[in-house]
């Protein structure tokens, strides 16, 4: 049987950081071992993160008009989707702020010697240079505001300008929104073409991942040893602690404040959807079970719980941004790299459009990471120390988006008076 490409991912990263340790700890110094790395396992690995930057823009693009436009006439749907809208911001920087205070709180990315840092760093931001990325430092003030809005979105794409381009994005999805014509129509479909088309290079890109993840561990283990393993250890708990505080404290007060509804009864209620979201990694693939046991076990009324799930499986990635977040600030900090409150707004931001701009399928985040990491100026080899763990904090956050998505479908059906009546009524066991 083919081995399952998450496990292939796991054995790639554990065969890097393995033999980078081993060369560290025999070849250390040696000029054949530099020479792997230089002609070797580095090359390969900048071929892997140019793979995933080119497809950025046609991602962010896509997904986010596709997200927007999704919501269907806004018009129509008033007050329903006004509030998804709401809520679904509202709540994803909820996570995107427990992330950042958590990273920044408990620092996962220090306690390397300052002068393994500064060779991390160096080398890193050598390597990260050959990459087309946004590394300028963020605008402030009245000159965010204005340069916010492209005056040539494509030049906006080509100089790397990713605020600009999601503003154009969001502008086009509503635009298409409001826009009734067959042509209009016509070009959500090319739209939609083209999501499909950034989605099927997206898995052929991460189909590779395991030589990618092999090559960027081997790497920087190589240089540095097993000191930067115990730094990504500490990062994968500060995230499976932001992850479990989002899930069992924001949701349990959202669904009894704001849903009426006991957290007992939801968690109990959606613990299948959870359990295949867990073990799909993937929010789109979760949407037909969410979709049953929020009829059936919670109760809500059909046409909410379509609607709110079906937006909430791509646009509604709680758990997406906060990893997002997290990841980010822990790769600021191994590096040394200090980021100032605004570049953290920024990053807070930025996380927040992610999670509408985030494919909910396997890795979908993972190129929305590389390109945060390159406009707040953190080299973008850092990424290849996250990709290791990859699979299971996708698995554990994914979980976390589609319990956010049916939490979601509660706080909205116990909104409108009708919708509350039938979910009063208890289900029987």
Known sequence: MRMALHTRMLLGG???AAGGVLAHLTLRDSPLLDAFVRYGTQPVGQIFLRLLFMLVIPLIFSALVMGVAGLGDLRRLGRIGL?????????????????????????PGEGLPPAQRAELTASAAERASSLATATAAPRTGIQFLIHLV?????????????????????????????????????????????YDLTMTLIQMVIALAPVGVAALLFTV?????????????????????????????VYSLSVKLLGGMSPVRFFRGISDAMLTAFSTSSSSATLPTALKVAEENL?????????????GSTANQNGTALFEGVTVLFLAQLYGIPLTLGSQALVV?????????????????????????????????????????????????????????????????????????????????
């Open 14 to 16: 554990v065969t890097g």
């Open 83 to 107: 509030k998804t809208l709401a809520y679904t911001v509202v709540v994803s920087s909820i996570a995107v702020v427990i992330g950042v205070v958590l990273v920044n709180t408990l620092r």
């Open 150 to 194: 492209p005056d040539n979105p494509l030049r906006a794409a080509v100089e790397g300008d990713m605020l600009a381009v999601m503003f154009f994005s969001l502008l086009a999805g509503i635009g298409l929104t409001l826009t009734s014509t067959p042509a209009a129509r016509r070009l959500l479909e090319v739209i939609e073409g083209l």
């Open 221 to 249: 283990t190589a240089q540095f040893g097993y000191s930067v393993l115990l730094q990504l250890a500490r990062y994968v708990g500060v995230v499976l602690l932001g992850l479990l505080l989002h899930q069992f404290v």
């Open 299 to 311: 109760r809500l009324p059909p046409h909410i719980a379509r609607f709110v799930l079906t937006i």
């Open 349 to 429: 931001a930025l996380c927040i459009l992610g999670g509408i701009g985030t494919a909910g399928v396997p890795a979908g985040s993972l190129p929305v990471v590389a390109m945060i990491l390159g406009m707040v100026g953190v080299p973008v080899e850092g990424i290849g120390l996250v990709l290791g763990v990859d699979r299971f904090l996708d698995m554990c956050r994914t979980t976390l988006n589609v319990s956010g998505d049916l939490a979601a479908a509660v706080v909205i059906a116990h909104s409108e008076p009708a919708a509350a009546t039938a979910m009063a009524t208890p289900s029987p066991d």
